[in-house]
């Protein structure tokens, strides 16, 4: 379980203060699948880079199972079990696929076995297997390898920034039968997602929306889910850029996306 009590975070921008999550206190339980969402800038990627270790809050604590981890390194938080896919997952020039799913097991599996994870994403594995982490992937194909690597870490919270970014329609489809899978296995763990994709909320058990770096509404997928759908227009629109003829307004573009 992990608890995120009173947390807030701000930072410098051009000499003044910017606050970027406020008093934000929020559990995601064992056994739970938590999907948080809420409009572009809300606060959302900076709250999973606070819960990874990559920021520190100014003020509140973090407990994972009981334990602070507040000041706890990057590297023992992810020992302790807590796994990430990052919004913009990163390359690692000289590694291959194969090093980074041993990195992630802690063993040193088989091909075939880091094969497993490679498939569950949609990739053709014996295609990518050798392949170096490095800019010559697609961004798609980054992130679905990046997810592998976070199905072979099996952690006890697992975090998903976006996981839907940048991926294609059928691959879609597979990452929440992976999702699914992983739901169907939680016993033990739970499982952070970060998206805006209704098909993503709709196998929540809880979803906490973040706006304006303050959870804005939080409760079970029945509770919440339906007002969600409803909303048209997360936040205001800019009046100087909005109204303006000639400037095409942003339509919906994706159907199913909620905020
Ligand atoms: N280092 C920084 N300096 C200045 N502003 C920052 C910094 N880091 C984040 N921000 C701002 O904080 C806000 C929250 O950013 P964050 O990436 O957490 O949003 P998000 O909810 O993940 O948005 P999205 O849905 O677009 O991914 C944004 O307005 C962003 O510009
Ligand atoms: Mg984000």
């Given at each position: 379980m ?15 203060r ?53 000041e ?33 097991t ?31 992937l697609?961004?798609?194909e ?10 072979a ?19 879609f ?8 899978g ?69 339509g919906k ?7």
């Amino acid at each position: 379980m992990l608890e995120l009590k009173n947390i807030s975070f701000g930072v410098d921008d051009e000499g003044e203060r910017k606050e970027i999550i406020r008093d934000v206190s929020l559990t995601i339980p064992d056994d739970k699948l938590v999907v948080v969402t809420g409009p572009n800038g809300g606060g959302k990627s900076t709250l999973a880079r606070l819960i990874a270790g990559i920021e520190r809050p100014a003020s509140g604590r973090i407990f994972f199972n009981g334990t602070d981890i507040t000041e706890v390194s990057i590297t023992d938080r992810a020992k302790m079990g807590i796994g990430f896919a990052f919004q913009q997952p990163v390359r690692f020039k000289g590694i291959q696929v194969l090093d980074l799913i041993r990195l992630a097991t802690g063993k040193p599996i088989s091909a075939a076995h880091a094969c497993k994870y490679l498939s569950a994403v949609g990739l053709c594995a014996r295609d990518y297997i050798d392949r170096e982490v490095n800019a010559s992937l697609s961004g798609g194909e980054l992130k679905r390898i990046e997810i592998a690597t976070v199905l072979a870490k099996a952690p006890t919270l697992a975090v998903f920034d976006e996981p839907e970014a940048g991926i294609d329609l059928w691959s879609f489809q597979n990452l929440i039968e992976v999702f699914e899978g992983m739901r169907a296995k939680i016993q033990g763990s739970s499982i952070l997602i970060i998206s805006h994709q209704e098909r993503i909320l709709n196998i929540a058990d809880e979803i906490v929306v973040i706006k304006d770096g303050s959870v804005s509404a939080q409760g079970t997928k029945d509770e919440i889910l339906p007002s969600l759908i409803g909303t048209t227009s997360a936040v205001a629109t800019c009046s100087v850029f909005g109204q303006a003829d000639g400037v095409p307004r942003l339509g919906k573009t994706e159907e199913k996306e909620v905020l």
